[in-house]
């Protein structure tokens, strides 16, 4: 094998690639794999983690084949790597060629022009492709984002496991694995699996030291987003939520509450998929919200805020995304939202999965919320969780740095757990810990006859709460352990061991309490008329006044101008611009700029005369009652969709179909539905029905209209018209 030893690395890096420096430490590990050592590279997000493999793809003889899991990420790298190579010096195979453009692949490969070969972890495991990969002089293979290959990593892909046999069968070769995912256990089953134990290790710090960290208790999280977007106006940032419906849900209340967003997940058809994705990229949209299939691959730099809706499923989980916030190195705010009912949901989700994987499952959302509840700081837990000492006393970089909560001497308090862990000879796991300590007499406690302990019951005066936060610091100073593959079974360190021979002080803080408010199932919004706010009497009678006269002013009638609830919520919200009107119910964008104006201008004068002080909450607004249902009809009246069809594909009748389109239309959004009303009714009725409540109507009422029109025309007729008329004029 040829030695590379001496050769000078910046040249070709300048030549390639056109930068002028490593980063760090990208040099040693090339000079590891050009002298043909397996080589095993952990590596945060936006490290440089390509370049460690194409670079010396690029200098050795033969081709490197690069295993890495997505589709999408492999053609991005390609054709980045075009951009710096001449055609055809790297390649990708995976399902998605057809047999023309394969044949391409395999002549440039085997002229020895291809230095790169992506193949996708199943296309690898075809025999077509192990037979024509034998033939080749290759230089290395490279196994990106190896965590893949562990179930204890947070995106587990079975094919993955095959990679070693599959290497074996195309013929040996240097080994180089790359990942972000950092955690010890991750870490030993990669190098396990792929037989490179003795690989060179190389690890870099995992600290992001511009990002901050912050876990909110799910309390009006909504209104908590809003006004943190609102307060970082123009920024760019992404919001993650669970599920889908989750994800549409708060797309939609931003966007009625005038912020520029967009959901993105793998349920939208690809194109809109991708539409919304560019969106993002090229800030037509502020904010993306997003289930966590969005952000793999995706490279902008000035990403200013990641928001978690709900608890993530593992704490690699959540670093990888609030990764994405900062990448430049500037701002980046990563804020959580935490409550208890996240996580017993996820935990619904897995019942019925084979009990391994629930086992698995289990432990990393039960570090993920020991991450949230924990009063320790965030940099410092995250790194600890992989592997990472973090030294700095206070990072002044989140939450718990910030805002340290009341810390007390638990020299003691460490010692009795260490001591009730011993007790149980190492066998046990936190809560049964605490159980011991507390005194709970439960039969498991009984049938190991450890209500017989001399240490049983002897943390009975403290809290759980108390406890917990105490065997979570000693976990974190390393004084005890958790054996993850042993469903967290706690034992001492060597340290611990220590520890009870020769003890120290130790200041611990109480964990935070998450117990209260957790409004997950509604978005919940503080519209005035669910609140016990009185309205100014006074002020919705002027303002009543005042729809009069603009209705007669404009010939119209009254009902279309305002309606009553928008009026009284008026009267309690006094809104005085035309953007605050907008949050009052049934004034969509077009009816405030329509008629708004009058009515800010008289809540203006009034407020000032009477020296109100106006609420100073915000009013965050609701999409209305926003089922799946309405969404779907929104959209297939878009598409100009029979109403029959409409009814079949929802299993509702044409006249449940009226009523929601009829609450759509009277919170203020405009529909068009001629091409159904032309459909059904001709034009002379129509022109009737319209007229009525144009000229005639003086409540606007289907009451009104039926006494009125008589039986000449059915309910179904005067609806639809009715529902024409207040999209028109009213909206
Ligand atoms: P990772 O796979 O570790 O997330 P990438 O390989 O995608 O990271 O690289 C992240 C970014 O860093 C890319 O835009 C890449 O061009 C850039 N980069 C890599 N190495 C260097 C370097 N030595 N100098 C400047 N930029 C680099
Ligand atoms: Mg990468």
């Keep these: ?324 916030a900062g990448r430049d190195g500037g701002e980046g705010q990563c804020i959580m939202f935490y409550g208890y009912k996240d996580i017993q949901k996820l935990e619904k989700f897995m019942q019925g999965k084979p009990i391994a994987e629930q086992e698995i499952t289990k432990q990393l959302l039960m570090e993920a919320s020991a991450f949230a509840e924990s009063s320790i700081c965030r940099r410092k837990f995250l790194l600890h969780y992989f592997g990472e000492e973090y030294t700095t006393e206070n990072c002044e970089n989140c939450d718990n740095c910030l805002n340290p909560k009341i810390q007390f001497e638990g020299e003691e308090y460490i010692k009795t757990v260490l001591e009730a862990i011993l007790a149980v000879k190492e066998k046990f796991k936190i809560d049964y810990i605490i159980q011991i300590l507390m005194g709970v007499s439960n039969s498991a406690i009984r049938s190991y006859e450890h209500d017989e302990l001399e240490i049983f019951g002897e943390g009975a005066d403290e809290s759980p709460r108390l406890w917990n936060s105490v065997i979570r610091k000693a976990l974190v100073e390393e004084l005890i352990d958790k054996e993850i593959e042993n469903y967290g079974l706690l034992h001492l360190t060597e340290k611990g061991r220590q520890y009870l021979e020769n003890p120290y002080k130790i200041m611990i803080t109480m964990d935070r309490t998450y117990e209260d408010g957790d409004d997950d199932d509604s978005v919940q919004v503080n519209s005035a008329k669910n609140g016990e706010i009185a309205c100014d009497e006074e002020l919705l009678s002027m303002l009543k006044q005042e729809c009069k006269s603009v209705a007669k002013k404009l010939n119209l009638p ?86 029959a069809d409409i009814c079949q594909a929802r299993d509702i009748d044409m006249m449940s179909l009226l009523d929601e389109i009829e609450s759509i239309v009277n919170s203020g959004s405009k529909l068009n539905i001629d091409y159904y009303i032309n459909e059904v009714l001709d034009e002379e009725k129509r022109d009737d029905i319209f007229d009525f409540f144009r000229n005639e109507a003086e409540l606007g009422t289907m009451d009104e209209a039926m006494e009125a029109l008589g039986d000449d025309y059915e309910e179904e007729e005067i609806r639809l018209v009715r529902i024409k008329f207040m999209s028109e004029i009213a909206n």
């Design 1 to 324: 094998m040829k030695n590379y030893a001496d050769i000078s690395l910046t040249e070709y890096l300048k030549k390639y690639f056109g930068f002028s420096y490593f980063k760090g430490n990208q040099e040693v590990i090339i000079r590891s794999v050009l002298s043909g050592h397996d080589t095993f590279v952990l590596m945060p997000t936006g490290g440089g983690k390509s370049l460690c493999y194409q670079l010396p793809a690029l200098i050795m003889e033969g081709t490197a084949i690069v295993i890495s899991p997505l589709i999408a990420l492999m053609k991005n790298q390609v054709d980045a790597m075009r951009g710096f190579t001449e055609e055809g010096v790297a390649h990708f195979l995976n399902s998605t060629l057809n047999k023309a453009q394969i044949t391409r692949v395999r002549e440039d490969v085997v002229r020895g022009h291809t230095k790169m070969l992506y193949v996708a972890p199943e296309s690898l495991t075809k025999e077509e492709n192990i037979q024509f990969l034998k033939q080749l002089k290759i230089s290395f293979y490279a196994v990106d984002e190896a965590h893949c290959i562990s179930e204890w990593g947070h995106d587990f892909r079975p094919e993955y496991r095959r990679i070693r046999s599959i290497i074996t069968q195309i013929g040996a070769s240097p080994i180089i694995a790359l990942t972000a995912t950092a955690t010890p256990k991750v870490q030993h089953d990669i190098q396990k699996n792929l037989d490179m134990l003795a690989a060179n290790v190389f690890k870099s710090s995992f600290n992001r030291s511009n990002l901050y960290y912050e876990v909110r208790p799910k309390i009006n999280t909504m209104k908590e987003i809003i006004k943190f977007i609102r307060a970082n106006e123009g920024k760019s940032g992404i919001i993650y939520c669970l599920s889908r419906r989750k994800v549409e849900e708060v797309a939609e209340v931003l966007k009625v509450n005038g912020i520029k967003s967009l959901a993105y997940h793998a349920g939208m058809d690809a194109i809109t998929r991708s539409n919304n994705q560019d969106s993002f990229l090229m800030e037509d949209v502020d904010v993306i919200v997003a289930t966590i299939a969005f952000g793999m691959g995706i490279d902008k730099p000035d990403v200013r805020f990641v928001i978690h809706y709900n608890i993530p499923k593992s704490l690699e989980g959540y670093y990888q995304e609030t990764g994405r």
């Design 558 to 643: 009254p009902f279309v101008i305002f309606q009553d609830p928008s009026l009284e919520d008026m009267a309690i919200l006094y809104p005085i611009t035309i953007d605050e009107l907008k949050n009052c119910q049934g004034v969509g964008e077009g009816k405030a700029k329509k008629y708004g104006k009058p009515f800010v201008e008289l809540i203006k004068a009034y407020v000032d005369e009477k020296e109100i002080v106006r609420p100073q909450d915000m009013i965050v607004k609701s999409v209305v009652n926003k089922s799946s249902n309405k969404v779907f009809i929104i959209q297939s009246i878009d598409k100009r969709i029979d109403f």
